[in-house]
């Protein structure tokens, strides 16, 4: 996200949000998360959003994020020093407090016993920051650097056993400063000091829900679209199909869906979207048969990468032929979600890397003239799944896993041929039925089956066979961002191996991916 006036202006939900500033911190979207969980609607910019353009968000209040940098490195992400003068509540942490101490007249130095990890702070703050936090609190701290001598104003209001300034105040100007993560889960009474920074200082309302997102979502629809036509890429998944049902709320016939399959897709996923989209929902639907084209297009292609951009790119095309046959449309409605827009920031010079590029961020051709309609680009995943809820969809549709815009293109590492993603089809939706019958499908955040561009020597059927290798993964997790692999109960791993290789062609071996992210990715490529 650029922080264009235009899109903080679209991304206001609530009449004050609290912006995070991002200064490449891993945690950036947590904070924003747990901001949300107070009820109170959050926005991410970066660290260097100009000042006007951040006096338009018109915050209640400011979080600084932590990041990797020093204060004293060279190009240090800092912000526009006149923040401090917007007269706004901020918090600091971990590098956001150091920027307070080096910005205001302190000083921040190497620290000579570092931190990581857990800790524990004693404070008396009975009515502020630390309100309602027990007296001696579980913290996690991860840090090099520390504040040695504080700015004028301030006062220490937490220490740990290493750190004597854990937490800090200048309640005249409403800034203060923690050294920790209270948004982790490891600092277990951290979203109470995130609530006490957005409720009582800075006076927000927890007036955020689902409930006001839909009406004000569909309000906001109905505004832009009036009597224009919107066509809108229909996947199956969670993203798109949320999406298309919130617009056709608010605009009826004048929104019609374009299912493209790819031949990338989940065994059955044409027949589940034609009879929910078409039949369930009665909304305008065209399905298109690409299956061909997009083998082509993939033929002898290895690199991840590469693939992505082929699907996209023909994903694109075919789109566009579509769309011209529908006559004239006025918007291309998507399905993007706020971490696609934060992690796609580095594009625009922002502090975070990217990792992948994303399907929905952008590549719409300018000669389309079409303007986005992107209604769930300022939610996150979870916050997607209870909008279907509240929008009273099934829960079997808002519940399903994520999957890659690319499919199982990604899934197939090397080479992608129409056989073997027959194979890795067939294998996923038996990955996926057991886990359904063991009960375990609503604790995994994501399950995949992954086609290996290895081969193996096996016994079957008393035969010497040469088949290929399938990697199974799962993941828990809150938003992605991070993941840690699921540990199966060995038996639901034992039924899930020797189904494959009794019913799968073409596999005889089944492995456990337990990499957790980082250092891996959830998806292989």
Same mark, same amino acid.
């Given at each position: 996200?650029? %922080?264009? =006036?235009?899109?903080?202006? !679209?991304?206001?939900?609530?009449?004050? /949000? *609290?912006?995070v500033?991002?200064? $490449?911190? #891993?945690?950036?979207?947590?904070?924003?998360?747990?901001?949300?969980?107070?009820?109170?609607?959050?926005?991410?910019?970066p660290?260097?959003?100009?000042?006007?353009?951040?006096?338009?968000?018109?915050?209640?209040?400011?979080?600084?994020?932590?990041?990797?940098?020093?204060?004293?490195?060279? %190009?240090? =992400?800092?912000?526009?020093? !006149?923040?401090?003068?917007?007269?706004? /509540? *901020?918090?600091?942490?971990?590098? $956001?407090? #150091?920027?307070?101490?080096?910005?205001?007249?302190?000083?921040?130095?190497?620290s000579?016993?570092?931190?990581?990890?857990?800790?524990?702070?004693?404070?008396?703050?009975?009515?502020?920051?630390?309100?309602?936090v027990?007296?001696?609190?579980?913290?996690?701290?991860s840090?090099?650097?520390?504040?040695?001598?504080?700015?004028d104003?301030?006062?220490?209001?937490?220490?740990?056993?290493?750190?004597?300034?854990a937490?800090i105040?200048?309640?005249t100007?409403?800034?203060?400063?923690?050294?920790?993560?209270?948004?982790?889960v490891h600092?277990?009474?951290?979203?109470?000091?995130?609530?006490?920074?957005?409720?009582?200082?800075?006076g927000?309302?927890?007036?955020?829900?689902?409930?006001?997102?839909?009406?004000?979502?569909?309000?906001?629809?109905?505004?832009?679209?009036?009597?224009k036509?919107?066509?809108?890429?229909?996947?199956?998944?969670?993203?798109?199909?949320?999406?298309?049902?919130?617009?056709?709320r608010?605009?009826?016939?004048?929104?019609?869906?374009?299912?493209?399959?790819?031949?990338?897709l989940?065994?059955?996923e044409?027949?589940?979207?034609?009879?929910?989209?078409?039949?369930?929902?009665?909304?305008?639907?065209?399905?298109?048969?690409?299956?061909?084209?997009?083998?082509?297009?993939?033929?002898?292609?290895?690199?991840?990468?590469?693939?992505?951009?082929?699907?996209?790119?023909?994903?694109?095309?075919?789109?566009?032929?579509?769309?011209?046959?529908?006559?004239?449309?006025?918007?291309?409605?998507q399905?993007?979600?706020?971490?696609?827009?934060?992690?796609?920031?580095?594009?625009?010079?922002?502090p975070?890397a990217?990792?992948?590029?994303?399907?929905?961020?952008?590549?719409l051709?300018?000669?389309?003239?079409?303007?986005?309609?992107?209604?769930?680009?300022?939610?996150?995943?979870?916050?997607?799944r209870?909008?279907?809820?509240?929008l009273?969809?099934?829960?079997?549709?808002?519940?399903?896993?994520?999957?890659?815009?690319?499919?199982?293109?990604?899934?197939?590492?090397?080479?992608?041929?129409?056989?073997?993603?027959?194979?890795?089809?067939?294998?996923?939706?038996?990955?996926?039925?057991?886990?359904?019958?063991?009960?375990?499908?609503?604790?995994?955040?994501?399950?995949?089956?992954?086609?290996?561009?290895?081969?193996?020597?096996?016994?079957?059927?008393?035969?010497?066979?040469?088949?290929?290798?399938?990697?199974?993964?799962a993941?828990?997790?809150?938003?992605?961002?991070?993941?840690?692999?699921?540990?199966?109960?060995?038996?639901?791993?034992?039924?899930?191996?020797?189904?494959?290789?009794?019913?799968?062609?073409?596999?005889?071996?089944?492995?456990?991916?337990?990499?957790?992210?980082?250092?891996?990715?959830?998806?292989?490529?």
């Open positions: 996200m650029s %922080g264009s =006036p235009s899109e903080i202006q !679209r991304m206001k939900s609530s009449p004050r /949000p *609290i912006v500033l991002d200064f $490449g911190a #891993q945690y950036s979207k947590l904070i924003a998360r747990r901001v949300r969980e107070a009820n109170v609607f959050s926005l991410i910019l660290f260097n959003v100009p000042l006007d353009e951040l006096r338009k968000a018109n915050p209640a209040g400011i979080i600084f994020s932590g990041g990797p940098a020093s204060v004293h490195a060279p %190009g240090a =992400p800092l912000p526009d020093p !006149r923040v401090f003068d917007l007269g706004v /509540p *901020i918090l600091g942490i971990c590098y $956001g407090v #150091q920027v307070f101490a080096h910005m205001l007249g302190g000083k921040v130095e190497r000579a016993k570092r931190e990581y990890g857990i800790a524990h702070i004693e404070h008396q703050d009975g009515e502020g920051l630390l309100r309602n027990d007296a001696s609190a579980q913290v996690w701290m840090h090099g650097d520390a504040i040695s001598m504080l700015p104003g301030f006062a220490a209001i937490a220490r740990t056993e290493n750190c004597p300034y937490a105040a200048n309640s100007r409403r800034f203060y400063g923690v050294q920790f993560h209270p948004e982790v600092t277990p009474q951290g979203t109470q000091i995130l609530a006490n920074f957005v409720h009582g200082v800075c927000c309302a927890a007036d955020w829900s689902m409930g006001s997102f839909v009406d004000t979502a569909i309000a906001d629809i109905r505004e832009r679209v009036g009597n036509r919107v066509i809108c890429g229909l996947s199956g998944g969670v993203d798109s199909s949320v999406a298309a049902v919130l617009i056709h608010a605009i009826g016939d004048n929104l019609t869906c374009v299912f493209v399959n790819n031949g990338l989940r065994k059955g044409p027949d589940m979207v034609r009879q929910v989209f078409q039949d369930n929902y009665h909304i305008n639907l065209r399905c298109v048969d690409a299956e061909d084209r997009f083998l082509t297009a993939l033929a002898g292609v290895s690199d991840p990468e590469d693939k992505r951009k082929r699907i996209g790119n023909l994903f694109i095309e075919v789109f566009e032929e579509e769309a011209s046959k529908l006559g004239h449309m006025d918007f291309l409605a399905g993007t979600l706020y971490p696609d827009v934060i992690e796609s920031i580095s594009a625009t010079g922002g975070s990217t990792i992948k590029s994303h399907h929905n961020v952008g590549g051709p300018e000669h389309m003239n079409l303007e986005l309609l992107e209604p769930l680009r300022e939610l996150f995943k979870d916050e997607v209870a909008l279907g809820k509240e009273g969809m099934a829960g079997e549709l808002i519940w399903r896993h994520p999957f890659p815009g690319p499919g199982l293109g990604v899934r197939c590492i090397g080479a992608v041929t129409k056989e073997r993603l027959d194979t890795l089809r067939e294998a996923d939706a038996i990955f996926i039925d057991e886990i359904k019958k063991a009960g375990l499908y609503g604790a995994i955040w994501q399950a995949l089956v992954c086609l290996l561009p290895v081969r193996s020597v096996g016994v079957q059927g008393d035969e010497r066979t040469y088949e290929e290798v399938c990697s199974l993964r993941v828990t997790s809150e938003d992605a961002m991070t993941a840690d692999w699921f540990r199966f109960p060995p038996d639901v791993l034992q039924r899930v191996s020797n189904r494959i290789c009794n019913e799968v062609k073409h596999i005889n071996r089944v492995l456990y991916d337990v990499t957790s992210k980082p250092p891996g990715t959830i998806e292989w490529e």
